[in-house]
């Protein structure tokens, strides 16, 4: 495989295999690739808990367990101006 990184990354690739920690530019490569996998393994597994936790939120305000959000933010904006007033 040929790949052109640019003069950026070439120079980024040369500077790694100067400080002595890399070997050659594949094992750079091969380890950039690797962290890559890993953050994308990683939002997948996110975007995987985020679509069990919406689908818990569907279950339960289809069985009429949810708060209404309006009543809600009226009763968080009530508390905190009863906090402010009793800080005075």
Known sequence: MNVNLGTV????????LKTGHYQTQSEILREGLRLLKEKEDLKQLRLAELRREIAV??????????VDGVKAFASIRQRSAERKRAKR
């Open 57 to 66: 939120g569907i279950a339960e305000a289809d069985r009429g367990e949810f």
């Open 9 to 16: 990354f070439d120079q980024f690739v040369a500077d790694l």
